[in-house]
């Protein structure tokens, strides 16, 4: 396997891995396994990287934003839909399908972007992860026009343009 190869070369010149770990589906710090696991992070050096739900985080927002403050430097937050509601009543799950308009994406993104900013200050950066990597052109249209950087979804990307965003495919790897 490729990784056998990579992981003995890193191993033999005793390279310093970067290591990042992705968690989706965040709301808050009151779950005691969040913060074990920011601890954990903070002491091996392992930058963690948090999909976040805008309309949850907002119950816990300003006890969740002091938890954190101290992670600053190896935890980024970024936005993962508004509800992470399924909207999509014939098809697969999708909070923001085809049916929906332009101006409800927009607003709902950008609504939940200013809540994630303010709480989260330079913690949160300008990526979105779409609910069940499911998105179209509106919302690429959307996440331009509201300065997002970056759309990071697992599924292939599928048009020849993304506008001023950067793709990020996303894939989990476990090795043991």
């Keep these: 396997m490729i990784y056998d190869d990579i992981i003995d070369i890193w191993m ?10 992705r968690i989706d589906d965040f709301i808050s710090s009151s779950n005691k396994s969040y913060m074990n ?16 739900i805008p309309k949850s985080f907002m119950k816990n927002a300003s006890r969740t934003s002091n938890d954190v403050k101290d992670f600053s430097s190896y935890i980024n937050f970024h936005q993962h839909g508004f ?3 399924n909207n999509n009543k014939n098809g697969p799950f999708n909070e923001f399908p085809d049916t929906s308009s332009f101006l409800k994406i927009k607003r709902e993104i950008a609504l939940g972007k200013k809540i ?3 709480n ?30 970056v759309l990071s979804a697992g599924n292939i990307y599928k048009y020849k343009s993304l506008k001023s965003l ?3 495919g996303t894939n989990v790897d476990f090795i043991l």
């Design 12 to 21: 033999r010149k005793n390279i310093n891995v970067p290591t990042i770990i």
């Design 37 to 52: 696991l920011f601890n954990f992070c903070a002491k091996k050096d392992i930058k963690l990287d948090v999909a976040t």
């Design 83 to 85: 509800k992470h509601a």
């Design 116 to 118: 994630l900013e303010e």
């Design 120 to 149: 989260l200050g330079e913690c949160f950066y300008p990526y979105y992860t779409p609910p069940w990597n499911r998105y179209n052109w509106k919302l690429i249209s959307a996440l331009d026009s509201i300065k997002f950087k």
């Design 166 to 168: 950067k793709y990020f």
